[in-house]
């Protein structure tokens, strides 16, 4: 049992013509995804899959959708118990824990805002967020160090983070998850109560880097789920009672494309291991040992996984595989098709969007290519002035999006920075930033970000956060964050710095500003290759020119590796 013909015109299709023409979806006059999905599913099919959980230490879980709905109603009474109601603001940082879905839907129902947060976040990182979306109560995995920056970070900010919940343990000044979970009264209220939110209600917020401030917060509203049935129905081809695994930290949007929403809608169960630390072969055991039917994962896991040789892994359960986050590079894919027999189809997307073009299953896949745009998009390439390019001309990806029909699964802007919102939604575009072009076939191939933003090992990571970590640090007086080819992670993050007086170059120096990174932000952000130089290039106007150093690092010989650390 699925749900697809509940809310698509059309389920089948024999062309991506036929697809790109037909494809269309019923929008319910209020959705919720907790109780039009999770619960109509507990009622019609109580005992259909929903959640496969495992973790290193051996634990096994699986939960149906009667098990869903019984958790995320606790969840949903207890949270309401403490306070929380509809338009709350309420931050999730629960690594790969099963109960991050039940918080989800809980929130959901409740009609609060649900912000997945990373577990790597430093007390900055978290400060920055509570006073920017005002976020009323964290619910955070039992982690000390986690928790330490978190009530620091409550301390710094006063009395807009009112609620602490911890899963997994107990802390003082925290309320316990479980018990509140076993103690709470259910929450009985539908999407038909007064309380319930409308459709243009704001049901998740994701905090996404970008070049020129800090992480900006992306909205969705309770329609965004829907439109995720392309994700997860026609990029995905996730299978009825098949298992599904995305491999995605909940902390990221991708959690939301590829563990949650689409999948269930489709009628597809979703696999999550809980790891401390990813490697390739115990996620190959693991997906083979509970019989994954779909797969999706950056380039930079795949790079990975075929160095393990696939032919010794029994894989007979595995019937789909898609990638995305950065262009796949050709010999990856062909020795991929070589080991498994299954091609992997590219797609493309953003924290802002579902999937916007993909390598839909009609299509022969050219790899490196992000396929053909999505059904739901009316997508073009424009260039400065706003008009489309000719096929085969670089671009930017834009999307027709006015104020009178917006595309279903696009974000509703950016929250409370109108002045942001309207510098990529305007003139009846929004324009994502993105650049690529379009060959003869209709194929679209990424070329960069138009805001420097780097993609290393699936991480979006802002200059302007490694750069503002870097300027902390009395060594340094001036820095230029960029992104250098790296063939395991797609990029990583190079430094050029400018040295204070008193300070001369050196790999201890290098090593310290490491460090310094990664112990006052996420250290996934951390500059793995440092460059020390006299000056920093620069326009008349006196801003850095990142293209000038990306230029440089590309020629032959490359960039200044010094301490690259790529062992670590």
């Not at 160090?145 to 609620?163: F, M, N, R």
């Not at 439109?227 to 909940?250: E, K, S």
Request: net charge negative; with cysteine; proline share 5%.
């Amino acid at each position: 049992m699925n749900l697809l013909d509940r809310f698509l015109v059309k389920t089948a299709f024999t062309s991506y013509e036929d697809f790109r023409d037909h494809f269309a979806l019923r929008v319910p006059e209020r959705f919720n995804f907790a109780f039009d999905v999770v619960d109509v599913y507990a009622r019609e099919a109580p005992e259909k899959r929903a959640l496969v959980w495992c973790n290193d230490a051996g634990e096994d879980r699986t939960f149906t959708f009667a098990d869903m709905k019984a958790a995320s109603d606790r969840a949903a009474g207890f949270f309401k118990a403490l306070g929380i109601g509809k338009g709350d603001r309420v931050m999730l940082v629960l690594k790969g824990r099963y109960e991050f879905w039940f918080c989800m839907l809980a929130l959901h129902k409740l009609g609060a805002a649900a912000i997945p947060a990373t577990h790597m976040m430093k007390t900055h990182d978290i400060v920055y967020r509570i006073e920017r979306a005002t976020i009323r109560m964290v619910v955070a995995a039992n982690d000390a160090e986690l928790a330490g920056y978190i009530d620091a970070a409550q301390a710094e900010t006063g009395s807009i983070l009112t609620t602490k919940v911890l899963v997994g343990g107990a802390r003082p000044g925290w309320h316990d998850f479980d018990r509140g979970l076993a103690e709470a009264t259910p929450f009985a209220g539908d999407r038909d109560s007064a309380e319930a939110p409308a459709n243009d209600d704001t049901m998740l917020l994701y905090f996404t880097s970008g070049t020129t401030g800090m992480p900006k917060m992306v909205r969705h509203d309770f329609l965004y789920p829907l439109a995720h049935i392309l994700t997860a129905g026609y990029w995905q081809c996730v299978q009825d009672d098949g298992l599904h695994y995305t491999v995605a930290d909940t902390g990221w949007a991708k959690a939301v494309w590829g563990k949650l929403y689409g999948q269930w809608l489709a009628g597809s169960a979703v696999f999550v291991h809980d790891y401390e630390r990813f490697t390739a072969a115990t996620v190959l055991a693991q997906a083979t040992r509970h019989g994954v039917t779909t797969f999706c994962a950056p380039p930079t896991v795949y790079r990975f996984l075929i160095k393990e040789d696939l032919r010794h892994y029994d894989l007979s359960s595995l019937k789909y595989c898609v990638t995305a986050g950065e262009p796949l590079n050709p010999e990856v894919y062909e020795k991929f098709l070589e080991q498994t027999g299954m091609r992997l189809m590219e797609g493309y997307g953003q924290t802002e969007l579902v999937i916007s073009a993909a390598t839909w299953p009609w299509l022969e896949p050219k790899p490196g290519s992000m396929g053909k745009p999505s059904p739901t998009y009316e997508m073009l390439l424009i260039d400065a002035d706003g008009r489309p390019v000719e096929r085969g001309q670089e671009g930017e990806i834009a999307i027709r999006a006015d104020d009178t029909r917006l595309p279903l699964g696009i974000f509703s802007g950016y929250l409370d920075d109108d002045e942001l919102t309207a510098s990529v939604w305007h003139d009846g575009f929004y324009r994502t930033g993105d650049m690529a072009w379009q060959d003869e076939d209709g194929y679209l191939w990424f070329i960069g970000r138009a805001d420097d933003v780097i993609k290393s090992s699936g991480y979006r990571i802002g200059p302007f956060e490694v750069e503002s970590a870097l300027i902390q640090h009395p060594a340094v007086i001036e820095c230029a964050v960029t992104g250098v080819p790296d063939p395991n992670r797609g990029q990583v993050v190079k430094a050029t710095v400018v040295l204070a007086k008193g300070y001369a170059p050196s790999d201890e120096l290098k090593a310290t500003l490491q460090q310094h990174v990664k112990d006052v932000t996420a250290p996934y952000k951390y500059p793995r290759l440092i460059e020390f130089v006299e000056q920093l290039p620069k326009t008349i106007s006196g801003k850095i020119r990142r293209t000038e150093i990306r230029a440089r690092d590309s020629r032959p010989g490359g960039p200044s590796r010094g301490r690259d650390d790529a062992g670590r």
